[in-house]
């Protein structure tokens, strides 16, 4: 007889295998090969588009232009994008380029306040999905002192 | 058991602002400890924010987020008294669910 034990252990393993999406069913699955991108190209690629477009109506709405503690980046971006489906934040010379993926569903602004880390003066790609489409903005941060060491 | 999310859920406009607060190590595997050795990676992956049953935001984090993770965004709609719900799921498989009533 199998026990619920074992049976739960197989369930954290296929989602630690990425096969399952842990927590609640709307819950996408994490998406390793997008977070394991070493660049801004290949993340685009990772996350089904071909290429990003350089655009003007995506905006740091509220960016550091220097940033004195890495381990924490205050960050604000917002799209004006028609049909906005996901914005995502990269940076480029983290050992992780992607940092994090938002999915915006009709009804909820395409603006996203949040911190990240980063490891050294780098640029930060801002990438929105809208329409199917891939876009993107960039800025360079520089960091005073390194947040990922 | 993680701390439970600061949560905070205000009518503002047309819509409501939400912004969360979550307590999370976020490490990055990239770490040393005293003795050199490397902290394995443990980061926050996914986040789920629901109003009324309807998913308003659905994240994907990497181990980049600063620790204890912050967000802040806004969805239409909303009402004085509703519910909104997070929940997140880490690296380890760890969950935490909160609620917070809109204000």
């Keep these: 007889m199998v026990g619920a034990g074992s049976a739960s252990t197989l369930l954290s393993l296929l989602a630690a295998a990425g096969w399952l999406a842990p927590g609640t069913a709307t819950a996408a699955a994490w998406n390793q090969t997008a977070f394991d991108a070493k660049s801004p190209d290949e993340t685009v690629k990772a996350l089904g588009g071909i290429a990003a477009v350089r655009s003007k109506d995506i905006t740091f709405v509220s960016a550091p232009d220097i940033a004195e503690n890495g381990a924490i980046v205050p960050l604000t971006v917002a799209s004006a994008i028609p049909r906005t489906e996901a914005i995502a934040i990269l940076v480029e010379k983290n050992a992780t380029t992607l940092a994090a993926v938002f999915e915006i569903p009709p009804g909820t602004e395409p603006s996203i306040g949040t911190r990240i880390k980063m490891a050294q003066t780098s640029n930060v790609h801002v990438l929105v999905k809208a329409d199917g489409k891939f876009y993107t903005a960039v800025k360079e941060i520089k960091v005073t002192l390194g947040g990922c060491g | ?103």
């Design chain 2, 1 to 103: 058991m993680a701390e439970p999310m600061k949560i905070r859920a205000s009518l503002a406009g047309d819509g409501t602002e939400v912004r969360v607060l979550m307590s999370h190590e976020m490490e990055t595997g990239q770490r040393k400890d005293a003795q050199g050795r490397l902290v394995p990676a443990w980061f926050i992956q996914s986040v789920t924010v629901t109003h009324a049953g309807r998913t308003v935001l659905a994240a994907q984090f990497g181990p980049a987020v600063a620790k204890n993770p912050f967000l802040a965004f806004r969805f239409k709609g909303g009402a004085r008294g509703d519910k909104v719900a997070i929940s997140w799921v880490d690296s380890r498989g760890d969950k935490r669910s909160d609620e917070a009533t809109i204000a």
